[in-house]
């Protein structure tokens, strides 16, 4: 089973369906066929997408595909446009759309997460200033020192992602970049990571700090001490950057403080990403 979300999707349609079995499309029948069953049996609604009363196609910009493959098939005809009921495969295909489901979420939770952190930084990054500029002319003064109020204001660590697309002068390379901004009221260090591409080897080209691979796909740097008030940037040159977007990365921290635009790693979450890379389905009941 495979997902696809957002894009030029509509969203105010059904979700497509995409059946096949042994690589063959399934075109006609798709009300009958076992596959699209499974997908009607889950309850969306709970991971994004809009289904009136948990049950039926729902409906969003996404596209899901089933595959079955087998040497021997059950068709509802000798037609073969449609998987017949087999309730050995409904249930394992549920538990894959369940994981997608699943993913799904986490996808829609960062997406949103990273919108208020962009818009609280925003609003402390250029609005403040604006403030304070337009305020002390109004007092005939100087200008003050936002540092302690952002400070004040933040309490937290931001980190700030980029992409840079591979150029003329780069060749097929690309840059990673990971801004962190310190608003807390002391130096800090900790450790980032960023879940890359696992599903070929990465090649990293250069990076400003070394870091190492804490499992397949899995690079980790160990950031130096950001004095308070203060910035610092990991640049990281990798290959084959064309259509790697930020909100598709995975940054994860190990910190005492909060870093907003990341999430916490722990080692629940780093024996999640070790059966992921494994292959393993973690977890097969609906929440």
Same mark, same amino acid.
């Given at each position: 089973v495979g997902l696809v979300f957002g894009g030029n999707l509509p969203a105010d349609g059904q979700v497509q369906i995409l059946r096949f079995a042994n690589r063959v499309p399934l075109l006609y029948q798709q009300g009958g066929c076992m596959l699209t069953k499974a997908l009607e049996s889950v309850d969306w609604r709970q991971y994004g997408l809009e289904q009136r009363g948990g049950k039926g196609i729902p409906h969003g910009p996404a596209a899901v595909l089933l595959h079955l493959a087998s040497t021997n098939v059950q068709f509802t005809s000798e037609a @073969? /446009?449609? &998987?017949a009921d087999n309730e050995i495969i409904h249930d394992e295909v549920r538990k894959a759309l369940l994981e997608l489901g699943r993913? !799904?979420?986490s996808h829609l939770k960062k997406k949103e997460r990273g919108a208020k952190s962009k818009e609280k930084f925003e609003l402390v990054r250029e609005i403040l200033p604006q403030i304070a500029e337009r305020s002390a002319r109004i007092v005939g003064k100087a200008i003050p020192s936002l540092s302690p109020v952002i400070t004040s204001i933040m309490k937290s660590i931001f980190c700030e992602a980029?992409? /840079?697309p591979a150029t003329? @002068?780069?060749g097929k390379n690309g840059i990673l970049e990971l801004h962190f901004?310190?608003?807390t009221e002391r130096p800090r260090s900790f450790e980032v990571f960023v879940k890359l591409d696992t599903l070929e080897p990465v090649e990293i080209i250069s990076e400003t700090c070394e870091g190492e691979w804490e499992l397949e796909g899995l690079r980790k740097w160990i950031v130096p001490d950001i004095q308070s008030g203060g910035e610092w940037t990991l640049s990281v &040159? !990798?290959?084959h950057t064309e259509g790697m977007r930020v909100s598709d990365l995975d940054i994860f921290v190990r910190s005492s403080v909060e870093i907003i635009g990341t999430e916490k790693m722990d080692e629940e979450m780093l024996q999640q990403l070790k059966s992921e890379a494994q292959g393993m389905i973690f977890g097969d009941d609906e929440e």
């Open positions: @073969k /446009e449609a &998987v993913g !799904l979420r980029k992409i /840079e003329q @002068k780069q901004h310190n608003y &040159v !990798l290959p």
